[in-house]
């Protein structure tokens, strides 16, 4: 007898799958957008983002085919966003509203044309006139209408109202009570006036030029929203064409043109005068100017040569270069700048997320006041046709299409600026901090300085000569990596004699034999070491090079000494100037360093800072942030290196200089391109304008409703006129965000 053991099922493993980005097509206002988001969402294990200016969707939980299924259950059309041809997409859109608005234009006016004319001369009236205005209203109607229509429809199938539902319900009933009319034969009746202004009893029978001129209206300005979207998008399309297709790469010492697809970190490729550049790299060959004004916002080409590093789809200006691939494809800065902006758009603002439960409440309260007007005026003994034109007055009115571009529009718009100055914005909540923000922190090393020691002062020992000491001095050093080392190196000019085998004293300096003579380069204790006596002048020099937090290093030949040399991180050139702009923007200026305090002071000094905080561990610059939030400050931090991630993190408002490390940038908010500090300002100011606009169009886009419904409520206002007030309100907001295309850059 046997025995089979079998082992317990394993317990189901739940299948994580990476957000997916969708496009979604058929949607026609903000309500769709929510309405496939909150469907989406009640999916158990998923979380949906819907964006209607960019009309894109994020979908996390589910796999890419389950995705479209589900937006096409709902009702709409999704693709993934990798396969759609973008500028082809909206340029569909456009010719789609176009044939529409065309086909309702050149109904529209023979229907209001000859419509007046029976009206003002009765006599001139045929048999069948009004069947014949029937005629010539039923397309504009039901086929120029059909986007709105169709996204009512589907959103009833939902349960949900949306401001197409408006629309609709405005031209079909318009129409209705019209085609009823002309059954029943009121529209004969005296005083027909097709319910232009105020008219005599009996004029406000007729609806069909009030159904046919809110479709026109109402499709011109989806017509010229879809273009304005367009042009708003086209600044981050910019930076997806800069990709180069091909690449010209260099193996075994031929030139070969592949598809940049083949390209590989670490491959060398060669770049000719006018060409981009296929990835991030290092020049190892040639010299050029490089032209990276689409990428970074530097108006001035940027001179390169062997060790310079260079960005992907920049443009190479004028000689040949041959450069090692570190960054490809996916991982090159301006991949990750796109992906970086897609993901910007996709997220909504908190005030967005407000709006949209605005929305919610406001179309069904819409539909309650259409209603209580027509049965308030009708009670109130003004008729059906009048108590009709009220109730379709606010009906076509209400439509908060205004309310529901506000947002999205504004932050498309300033998100593609930015990226064209060289600023990257990663998300709304950068926008909502920096209206708020009162302190901006900065390090030091490598954000208001170079980063890199500099010699800035060499001084002669009795008289000897500095240039013969310099070359003496580097070449020594050439064999050295230490930062001051490096800058004696390349301050120096003309030949730089050899050094057989210099010996090297860690910590201290290095020694050896150069064109016959022993040299020496160290600080003062090395040469001291070695018995040799220091000049006074050359003393108080290194004393007051360190009392400020600079280096100095001496130089001895033949037991004598002979000079002093003294480097410096120095301050970037604009570095005060951005310094006095963040003041007149009324923000605190903090210097954050790890360096001693005099070095700090020093720079502090330099720049007017309003505070210094000098030797601050890397692990306690999270703290110094927090303190400042705790005391009630709402705090940017700018910093660009590894030890700079955890306040950039902790801040308000983070912002990384692309010349720092990846580490940084992940951690902050805003990410600044542009090799000019003059780009921190310029962050704040786009963002502060972003927010403004925001705002603005908000503001306006309550005032209109609040101010709206009342009139078109009292019966002031015309079907016909409310319809273009509605539009015109939302070419006003698309409009005022558009402005942010001119936000300028001081570099």
């Not at 002309?182 to 202004?197: H, K, P, S, T, V």
């Not at 005599?200 to 007729?206: N, R």
């Not at 005030?351 to 209580?372: H, M, N, T, Y």
């Not at 903090?590 to 020093?602: I, W, Y």
């Amino acid at each position: 007898m046997s025995t089979t053991t079998v082992d317990p099922p394993d317990e189901e493993q739940p299948v994580l799958h990476p957000p997916v980005q969708l496009q979604i097509g058929g949607m026609t206002c903000a309500a769709c957008a929510t309405m496939i988001e909150k469907t989406l969402s009640r999916i158990d294990g998923v979380h949906a983002s819907v964006n209607f200016a960019s009309e894109r969707a994020t979908v996390t939980g589910m796999d890419v085919a389950d995705a479209i299924a589900a937006v096409k259950d709902v009702g709409y059309t999704a693709a993934l966003l990798s396969d759609i041809d973008l500028a082809a997409e909206a340029q569909r859109r456009i010719t789609m509203l176009r044939r529409r608005l065309i086909v309702a234009v050149l109904l529209t006016l023979p229907l209001m044309d000859i419509g007046l004319v029976l009206a003002l001369e009765p006599q001139l009236r045929f048999p069948a006139w009004d069947w014949l205005l029937v005629a010539l209203s039923l397309p504009v109607v039901f086929w120029s209408a059909w986007p709105f229509h169709k996204a009512t429809w589907t959103n009833l199938r939902h349960g949900i109202t949306s401001m197409d539902t408006l629309v609709s319900l405005g031209v079909l009933s318009s129409f209705g009570w019209s085609f009823i009319s002309i059954l029943i034969g009121a529209q004969d009746r005296e005083g027909y006036w097709l319910g232009y202004g105020i008219t005599p009893a009996g004029a406000d029978t007729l609806y069909l030029d009030v159904a046919a001129g809110v479709t026109c209206f109402l499709l011109a300005g989806r017509y010229f929203e879809a273009r304005a979207k367009r042009s708003a998008r086209s600044a981050l399309t910019a930076l997806g064409q800069l990709a180069v297709r091909n690449a010209r790469v260099l193996r075994d010492g031929v030139e070969t043109v592949v598809p940049v697809e083949q390209l590989h970190n670490g491959d060398l490729f060669v770049t000719l005068a006018g060409e981009a550049l296929a990835a991030d790299g290092e020049v190892v060959e040639g010299s050029s100017s490089i032209d990276a004004s689409m990428m970074t916002g530097e108006p001035m080409p940027t001179d390169v040569t062997v060790g310079s590093t260079v960005l992907g789809g920049t443009m190479n200006l004028t000689g040949r270069v041959v450069t090692r691939a570190t960054g490809v494809g996916d991982h090159s800065q301006l991949a990750q700048m796109a992906v970086l902006a897609e993901e910007a758009q996709a997220r909504k603002a908190n005030v967005q997320r407000l709006v949209d439960k605005v929305v919610e409440i406001f179309v069904p309260a819409v539909l309650g006041i259409v209603v209580l007007t027509f049965f308030g005026w009708w009670i109130a003994g003004a008729g059906t046709r009048h108590a009709l034109s009220a109730s379709l007055s606010v009906l076509v009115i209400a439509c908060p299409c205004a309310l529901g571009l506000a947002t999205p529009t504004a932050l498309m718009v300033g998100v593609g600026r930015g990226g064209q100055l060289g600023i990257l914005i990663k998300g709304p909540e950068a926008l909502e901090a920096s209206g708020r923000i009162d302190t901006v922190i900065l390090d030091k090393t490598g954000t208001v300085t170079s980063g890199e020691m500099t010699l800035i002062a060499r001084l002669p020992a009795n008289k000897q000569d500095v240039d013969r000491a310099h070359r003496y001095a580097a070449a020594l050093d050439q064999h050295s990596t230490h930062p001051v080392a490096k800058a004696v190196v390349a301050a120096a000019t003309g030949s730089i004699p050899t050094c057989p085998s210099p010996r090297t004293v860690a910590g201290r300096g290095i020694s050896g034999e150069v064109e016959g003579h022993h040299v020496m380069v160290g600080n003062p204790a090395f040469l001291a070491g070695a018995g040799i006596e220091i000049p006074a002048e050359l003393r108080h020099a290194v004393t007051q090079a360190a009392r400020t937090g600079r280096s100095a290093v001496g130089v001895a030949i033949d037991g004598q000494a002979a000079a002093a040399f003294v480097v410096a991180d120095t301050v970037k050139p604009e570095a005060s100037e951005v310094i006095a702009q963040l003041k007149d923007m009324g923000l605190r200026t903090v210097l954050l360093t790890g360096d001693s305090q005099a070095a700090a002071a020093s720079v502090g000094a330099q720049l007017g800072t309003d505070e210094v905080l000098a030797e601050v561990l890397p692990t306690d610059k999270a703290g110094v942030v927090e303190k400042l939030r705790s005391e009630g400050h709402v705090v940017a931090m700018v910093g660009d290196g590894i030890n700079d991630a955890a306040a950039l993190a902790s801040s308000d408002l983070g912002m990384a200089l692309v010349t720092g490390t990846d580490i940084a940038m992940r951690s902050a908010d805003i990410i600044c391109v542009r090799h000019h500090l003059g780009v921190v300002p310029d962050a704040i100011g786009l963002s502060r304008r972003t927010l403004r606009t925001i705002r603005g169009n908000l503001a306006w886009a309550f005032i209109y409703n609040i101010a709206a419904i009342p009139i078109a409520t009292a019966g002031l206002l015309n079907p016909l006129i409310s319809g273009l007030a509605m539009s015109l309100s939302s070419l006003v907001v698309v409009t005022h965000s558009l402005r942010l295309r001119n936000f300028g850059t001081r570099s």
